[in-house]
Structures are given as structure tokens and as C-alpha cells.
């Protein structure tokens, strides 16, 4: 087909459609117009991450730095559409100029906007860029934000879905974030300050818990009882949790829709068995911080639509009784007891087994119950020789391996 021939706006339709990066690079061979339309339409741009990043250069280095990047944004005239800015000193004068241009310059494109270990960054600033930036759809700061009394107009973040916060301290600020992204459904959220940036990531939470669809809590905190009773999750699909204290049970009520789970932290027989009522799982990943022993565990039978399964840090538990008809992805630290048995009513097709006092025999006996698994990972598993490697060869449809001692 000869593209020339065709009207501009259907050109440029089928340029549209070429979604991989190196062919789009190649298309862009052909000739000047090509080149333009392959490279700065908005459909590659969303496939392109500016990153800015002026780590251990001093202020005079960024200063230069940054005064050329204003050039190039003036003569290039990109609409970038994903933005990120690394370990940037905004504390310098023409680099907090850059980022209200280049917000400017993008404020129809850009849909997501990162601040990674950033300084010098303070509320005011931060506020205008956001209201600059009307069609945002992600925010994530990583960085400490400043806290100045600085009036700003009240604006809102109509398609912002997706807001990721390292909370260095306790402010108003994030009050203020979260007030006008009235769309949020996926929430990220990590503390480090103890139990008072804990009610604030906790009323963040509560504010927005009957939208959300993804959510994702590290803290160094607890939750008690009563906030986790006030919670409710009617759209939650997707949930970590990463605490220091003990996981309370009360948080995983009312997750009608809930598929996917990872906990880390202190967990305990009340938590399994507030995990194993959550009918919808599909994955759940279980690490936990100090060796337990599970006297409850049979209770994960009723988790009948489970396919992937992590556990970690569980010392003592047993398979005996327990049916997952639809597991397909294991990864244990420890086999535990019935474990041969289990595998006889399963249909495993990927295994991993990690930090493992398995010996040969055992791993002779497992091979007679793993005819379809495709992909085994031994790792840290000591015990286990070259003697007992030969085993595998019963394993009639195993394509990937991996083994470490």
C-alpha cells in the first residue's frame, strides 16, 4: 500500500496502530513525515517515559542542565505524556521554573506525573503544577514535600485515578491532594512515622475506600479494630498490605470482589480464617514476618477459585483435607505435613520451593506427583545433590528449571 497516496488523517490512522517502539523507530526511516508522525504523535509519546534526573551534578551543573532542557522543550514541542523527575534539586530557581514550563507546555498530555526522591519541592509549587495539569490521570510522589501556608485557589483532578504517597511527615497537604481527586480508584500509600502518619494514610483510606479498586498500605504502624470497622470495600479487586504490628483480621470483611491479596507482616490463625471466607480469590501471597505455626490452615479450602499461592514464613501448618481444584502456581518455604498427598489432588504447573530442608527422597517421591508441571524452581534447597537431580527426568513436560544451593 502506498500511504502517500492516502488523505493525511488516515495516514496518520494506520501510523497509529504500529504500538511497538523499535517499529515505530523504523517506520521512521522512511522519510521526513513519516519520522514526524512516528515520533511525536501522541500514541508513541504514551509510550514514552521522560525521565529528568540530576543526581550528584551541584547547582551549577543543574542550573546548565535545565536552562538547555528549556530549549529543547521550546524547539522540540513534545507533548509528553508521562513525566518523572529523579532525585531533582528543586530548591534551585530555574529548575522549579522548568517544572511549571514543562507542566505548561504539557498540560493537555500529560497523564502521569512522578516525584522520586526529590528536594526543595514545597506545597505551593506542587499545587499550581497539579492544577496546571487538568487531564492527570497518576501522581506518585516519593519525595518530602515542603509545607507552606501559601493560599491556593481550590481546583479539581477530574481524571486522576491513581495517587501513590510516601508520607515523610504529617501535614495537610495530602488533605488537600486527595479533595480534589474525587475519581481515585488505586491508592498507594507508605508511612514511616508512626502511629500519627497512620491516621492520616487511615482517614485517606476511609475517604475513599467505596471506589477504590486497588489499594496498597506499608506502614511501620498497626490498625486497630476500629478503623478497620469502618472500612468497606464494595469495589476492592486488589490488596496488599505490608505492616509492622499484627494484621487485623477485621480488614478483610466485606471484600465481595477481592481477587488478588498479598500480606506482610505478623499473621496469625484468626487472619487465615478471615482470608479463607474471601470466596473471589484468585492469587494470595502470605509472608510472614515471624515464624508461625497455622493450626487453621485447612481452612484454605474454601478458597476454590485460588490459581497462584505464596506462603512464606509459616514454620508448621498441614495439607491434609486441603482441595484447590484450580491451583496452578505454588511457592512454599516450607512443604509441611500431607504435603505429598496434596500433590496427588493437584495439577500444579508451576512449583517453587525456597530456604527448604528437603532431601533427596522427598524431592524422588514429589517427581511422581508433578507430571504437569512446566516450570520448577529449587532455590536454597541444600539438601538436594546431583543424585537427586536425576529425578526430573520423569518430569515430562518440565521447560524451565531453576536450582541454587
Known sequence: ?????????????????????????????????????????????????????SRNRGPEEDEKLFNELCEIMVSSNRNYVNI?????????????????????VCSESIKSLKFICCYGLYRSDLLVVLRTAGNLEDLHLQSRVGYDDIEIEE??????????????????????????????????IKTRDGCQSVRQAVAL?????????????????????EECDEMEFPKLTTMSLKISGPIN??????????????????????????ISKILSLESLSIRCKSLME?????????????????????????????????????????????????????????????????????LKRMCRHLSQVQRLELAFCGHISDSGLKYLNQLGKLTELWHSR
Open 155 to 188: 481546583f479539581k483532578l477530574p481524571k486522576l485515578r491513581k495517587l501513590t504517597l510516601h508520607m515523610e511527615e504529617t501535614n495537610t497537604f495530602y488533605q488537600g491532594i486527595c479533595l480534589s481527586a474525587m475519581q481515585l480508584r488505586e491508592l498507594d
Open 249 to 274: 483480621q477485621s480488614i478483610f470483611r466485606r471484600l465481595r470482589r477481592l481477587k488478588n491479596l498479598k500480606i506482610d507482616g505478623i499473621v496469625t490463625d484468626e487472619v487465615i480464617c478471615a
Open 294 to 362: 497455622s493450626h487453621k490452615f485447612v481452612q484454605m479450602t474454601f478458597l476454590k477459585n485460588l490459581h497462584t499461592l505464596h506462603l512464606r514464613g509459616i514454620s508448621k501448618f498441614s495439607w491434609n483435607n486441603v482441595v484447590l481444584p484450580k491451583l496452578t502456581n505454588l511457592h512454599v518455604n516450607s512443604t509441611g505435613e500431607g504435603f505429598l498427598e496434596f500433590l496427588k489432588r493437584s495439577n500444579l504447573t508451576s512449583l517453587e520451593i525456597h530456604d527448604s530442608a528437603m532431601t533427596n527422597k522427598q
Open 205 to 225: 483510606i476511609q475517604r475513599f475506600c467505596t471506589q477504590l479498586t486497588k489499594l496498597s498500605l506499608d506502614s511501620e504502624g498497626s490498625l486497630t479494630n
Open 84 to 104: 518523572e523527575f529523579f532525585y531533582v534539586n528543586f530548591e534551585i530557581p530555574v529548575v522549579r521554573d522548568f517544572l511549571h514550563f514543562i507542566v505548561t
Open 1 to 53: 500500500m502506498d500511504l502517500s497516496a492516502l488523505p493525511l488523517e488516515l495516514t496518520w490512522m494506520i501510523l497509529d496502530q504500529v504500538k511497538s517502539l523499535p517499529h515505530r523507530k523504523n517506520g521512521s526511516l522512511v522519510c521526513k513525515a513519516w519520522n514526524r508522525m512516528l515520533l511525536t504523535s501522541r500514541k508513541s509519546l504514551e509510550t514514552v517515559n521522560l525521565r529528568i534526573c
